[in-house]
């Protein structure tokens, strides 16, 4: 498996091509900016993009999605209760002093147990709401694609529309905490980090 990380945009997103190496076809997670970057390393690794995913659906993480499927054809998928963000992207960037373009709707909704399949990879969906309503990760053995739900030492702020503490820490400690604790955390800003360690060190969640 392929995994490529980019840091984009102002708020610094992290945006992971994930790739099959035998099939080259590939998905981008959280195109939330600078997509001329993330197009340059698709060609640069000869990945073809199948689908744009969308962990959640805040600015950051979603800003590139017109661009990007203007230029990659692919569609973009989401969990349904956060599409009707898209329509709101220019609104919440500006309350940062930011700018977005709004991004066109859904072609697919991803819901918990939904899976995406690409090449010889499948990426499992599952919905972990609390730093959004239809926030989710994604999962294939050994990897875990969070968002923003987990971070390294940290979890995703609460106090934005439809965000829940109490729902946040449940959603970690009974989906994303039932995983392997080797699993590799790919966050939705900064490093990686495990699952045992975020266990043993998470001061959140003791
Ligand atoms: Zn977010
Ligand atoms: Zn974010």
Do not use: W
């Not at 909704?109 to 899976?115: A, M, T, V």
């Not at 499948?122 to 730093?131: A, N």
């Not at 923003?148 to 106090?159: N, V």
């Amino acid at each position: 498996m392929i995994i490529k990380k980019l840091e984009v945009g102002p708020i610094m997103a992290n945006c992971f091509i994930v790739g099959c190496e035998s099939t080259k076809e590939a998905v981008v997670i959280d195109p939330g900016d600078d997509p001329d970057k993330i197009l340059m390393k698709l060609a640069e690794s000869e990945l073809k993009v199948k689908y744009l995913i969308n962990t959640h659906g805040h600015f950051d993480h979603v800003s590139a999605n017109k661009r990007m499927k203007k230029a990659t054809g692919a569609p973009i998928a989401i969990h349904p209760e956060d599409e009707p963000m898209f329509n709101e992207l220019s609104n919440s960037a500006k309350m940062f002093g930011l700018e977005s373009e709004n991004s066109p709707p859904a072609d697919i909704h991803l819901n918990d147990g939904d899976e995406v399949k690409f090449g010889e990879i499948t990426l499992k969906v599952i919905h972990t709401p609390g730093h959004s309503k239809g926030g989710i990760c994604l999962y294939t053995k050994g990897h875990l694609f969070a968002g923003d739900t987990l971070f390294a030492g940290s979890i995703g702020r609460t106090d934005l529309p439809g965000g829940d503490f109490d729902t946040l820490i449940s959603s970690v400690k009974q989906k994303v905490f039932a995983l392997d604790d080797d699993t590799v955390v790919y966050t939705g800003h900064g490093p990686e980090t495990t699952i045992g360690r975020e266990k043993a060190t998470n001061p959140f969640l003791r």
